[in-house]
């Protein structure tokens, strides 16, 4: 990967950059704006969004102004949890099409399993989501559709289907690799996206990162980029602070080395955001 558009490939060949820019946190208003619009001037070409964020329209605004043709972006939005289902999944997506000003996304995901805590026919309440989600795939609305926040038991059920998950984007940062899922996700061609690669900051003021990070002249952040890069997973790296931005954006002019990848993919679990997706309340 040497630059903000290179591409990991998907399952069914469509090509997505290997930087996205994560908007979860990002007040609406002209701040959404201006970081999305900041993103792409600075060679992002790949945003990601979701309904429950609340800033959509704002987005949506910061695309337009960014002057980019649609097609040299790649937008990814979520579907709620409140919205699962087959018929409140085709709403939600209509509405989110005409939050973000669009006429059709590059990728779509389940944002949270149901599961078995909270509901007794889980499985049929994300294979009925799912239906809703492969109909809008094979109408052109959705180039490619996955989930966010599956276990592998939350998995097996959606990869019977016809049309099997793409992605599955899940917290992944130093301290915690997820190493089942992420193993399951490449034995059935399953691209892996880290939300919070930063641990939501959390991983800014771990001093063996800085120590690592100070070899390569780098900060803490853009080493636990290009280690996300590097281990093959699609970092989401968010910030609303400009100049942050674009510094998370220059990880392509250095590779961090076999030893130190180790060192880093062998620390024990540490800034985690303590949600399960079997035992989330929301």
């Known amino acids: 990967m040497h630059n903000p558009t290179d591409s990991f490939k998907l399952g069914n060949g469509c090509a997505i950059p290997c930087l996205g820019f994560g908007t979860w946190q990002t007040p609406s208003g002209d701040t959404a704006v201006a970081a999305v619009k900041t993103a792409l ?20 605004r910061g695309i337009a ?9 790649f937008v990814t939005s979520k579907v709620w949890n409140e919205k ?15 939050d973000l000003r669009l006429d059709y996304l590059d990728l779509y995901l389940i944002h949270w399993p149901a ?13 009925e989501t799912w239906r809703a989600m492969t109909e809008l795939y094979r109408d052109g609305r959705i180039r490619a559709i996955g989930v966010s926040n599956f276990l592998p038991h939350h998995l097996d059920a959606l990869m019977r289907t016809e049309v099997p998950p793409m992605v599955n984007q899940i917290e992944f940062h130093p301290g915690q690799m997820q190493e089942e899922t992420v193993r399951y996700c490449r034995q059935h061609g399953i691209l892996v ?9 959390r991983m800014l003021s771990n001093a063996f990162l800085a120590t690592i990070a100070k070899k390569y002249g780098k900060s803490v952040a853009q080493l636990c980029i290009r280690w996300c ?3 093959e997973i699609l970092p989401l790296p968010k910030s609303i602070t400009l100049s942050r931005i674009a510094e998370n954006a220059n990880v392509f002019d250095f590779v961090i080395s076999e030893e130190d990848m180790i060192a880093i993919n062998s620390m024990a679990y540490f800034g985690g955001s303590g949600l399960h997706p079997d035992q989330v309340d929301f």
């Not at 102004?65 to 972006?73: D, E, M, Q, Y």
């Not at 999944?89 to 099409?97: G, N, R």
């Open 193 to 201: 996206e880290a939300w919070s690669p930063l641990g939501t900051g």
């Open 84 to 98: 699962r289902g087959y018929k409140s999944t085709l709403y939600a997506f209509e509405k989110t099409l005409t």
């Open 65 to 73: 102004a960014s002057g980019l043709p649609r097609t040299s972006i």
């Open 41 to 60: 001037e600075k060679g992002y070409r790949h945003i990601d969004a979701a309904a429950v964020y609340g800033n959509e329209p704002d987005v949506g």
């Open 115 to 127: 599961s078995a805590s909270r509901f007794p026919d889980w499985e049929s309440i994300n294979l």
């Open 229 to 231: 890069l590097q281990n």
